[in-house]
């Protein structure tokens, strides 16, 4: 198996490459720029330099008698020959009045020398002394020739290379210092990171092995952290609970089961014992008890059926009023013996539906509403949209539990596991109502308040021409 590479690690290396790569193209990025501003500087100081030499020199004039002042000329030869510049006077003829070469040989060579060797070490300058003149003119005419010999196409000065090799050295230290921090901050974020990860890992492998009860402590600041541990946290819930419904699953399938074939199996025993007679009353309670468990297996079929995505609906042009009218008058007689008023309030409707499909949902639904309520009302009603149908049943009985209204479209779960079997049915009915609704790409839902009464919604679509497959 080919070697995996921590989450952890990956992270902190994918980090400190990145920020070493921002860092060295940063770090080349300011040299070259910089290199460059100081450059255009230099260039700007070298040119006010050599006008300022320039003005000097005709300062040096003398008008009263034609001729330069040569002390004077001296003095700034020689200031400005420390600074780089070899410098030379001529007259108009040509005749050399001042020569830096003459006056000082020996520290001319050794600044030439020293500033070549200071300029070839940079490698991206590669240039020589070059000699240009310039003319020096007054009112009346020119009065000589200037000759500056200076390194080209430009120069460092003494200052000017220590402040380059200044700055290059804070270049240097402040990228190692960068790269430090990014390998520490990205070690910092690996971590940061990697550790919920981890633990969702942790929490999701106990979760495999059965360890239902696991939970992650969900603090985390960043969103999709926070969001990754509510789903394992929520998946864990979901099938703690699936452990119970599928433990009571068991539990209400041989309660279902048991029930009406120990009350077979007592009754016919004591037919076959003689101890009662097999009078037609007692034959038709048996058979009663065979009709219940012929209902519960049929019912169990029809979840079979829908959970294999099986369900096949037969859809119709009919009015939808005509069959809640049906389904009501089932009812009827029953409700009138409870005290019930039983009120459909439903204009003519076309929909395009499975007709004995929906008559199944609202003869569920309105079975239900009968049996849990006493003496009060039940009235259907519908709303239109655009979009959908939608057909309420609001009844007056005994409402649902608030911690029962998200399970009971759950199949084989019924509201009060103590509820005798004469109301409390088989807890299958409404998964089926809830996945015919669905089939017809529906849904259902339901509000309640316990002691009040309950709305049951059914919403259908008008769109004729979908189809759906029940998902339950």
Not at 193 to 205: D, F, L, M, S, W
């Amino acid at each position: 198996m080919k070697r995996k590479i921590r989450l952890r690690n990956y992270i902190a290396f994918i980090y400190t490459l990145f920020v070493c790569i921002g860092i060295f193209i940063l770090s080349i990025t300011v040299n070259a720029f910089s290199g460059k501003l100081f450059s255009e500087y230099v260039k700007r100081t070298i040119e006010r330099e050599i006008n300022e030499i320039i003005r000097s020199f005709a300062d040096q004039y003398q008008h009263s008698n034609g001729i330069f002042n040569m002390d004077g000329i001296n003095a700034i030869g020689m200031h400005y020959l420390h600074r780089g510049y070899l410098i030379s006077l001529e007259a108009p003829s040509g005749i050399t009045l001042w020569d830096v070469h003459i006056m000082n040989m020996p520290q001319c060579n050794l600044i030439v020398e020293e500033i070549t060797a200071r300029m070839q070490n940079d490698h991206r300058l590669d240039g020589s002394f070059i000699k240009t003149q310039y003319t020096l003119e007054i009112e009346t005419g020119q009065i000589g020739n200037v000759n500056i010999e200076v390194y080209a196409p430009f120069f460092y000065s003494l200052e000017d290379a220590h402040f380059i090799k200044s700055l290059n050295m804070l270049f240097l230290i402040t990228g190692i210092i960068f790269a430090v921090l990014s390998v520490i901050i990205s070690f910092y974020l690996a971590i940061v990171i990697a550790k919920p990860i981890v633990q969702t890992k942790n929490a999701a492998r106990r979760i495999s092995e059965g360890n239902f009860a696991t939970r992650i402590e969900n603090n985390f600041f960043l969103a999709e952290l926070y969001e990754l541990a509510g789903s394992v946290n929520d998946l864990a819930v979901n099938l703690e609970n699936g452990e119970k419904w599928q433990k009571r699953l068991t539990s209400d399938m041989a309660h279902e089961l048991r029930t009406p074939l120990t009350v077979l199996q007592g009754n016919i025993d004591a037919m076959i014992d003689g101890v009662w007679e097999p009078t037609p009353k007692r034959l038709q309670f048996c058979n009663d008890e065979i009709e219940r468990l012929h209902k519960l297996i049929e019912n169990l079929s029809i979840l079979s059926l829908i959970e294999r995505d099986n369900l096949n609906l037969h859809k119709t042009d009919f009015d939808l009023k005509k069959l809640l009218l049906q389904a009501a008058a089932q009812f009827i007689p029953l409700a009138q013996e409870k005290g019930i008023t039983l009120t459909v309030n439903i204009a003519e409707t076309p929909i395009h539906a499975d007709y004995d499909r929906l008559m199944q949902v609202f003869v569920n639904l309105l079975s239900n509403a009968i049996k849990y309520t006493e003496q009060g009302n039940i009235i259907l009603t519908l709303n239109e949209s655009e979009a959908a149908h939608e057909i309420r049943i609001t009844d007056t009985g005994i409402g649902i539990p608030e911690n029962d209204l998200s399970h009971i479209f759950k199949r084989l779960y019924r509201s009060d596991v103590s509820r005798d079997r004469s109301s409390g049915g088989s807890g299958i009915g409404l998964s089926i109502v809830a996945a015919i609704v669905k089939a017809h790409g529906g849904n259902i839902s339901v509000v309640s308040n316990e002691g009040q009464g309950s709305v049951f919604t059914v919403t259908l679509p008008k769109n004729s021409f979908l189809r759906f497959t029940a998902l339950v």
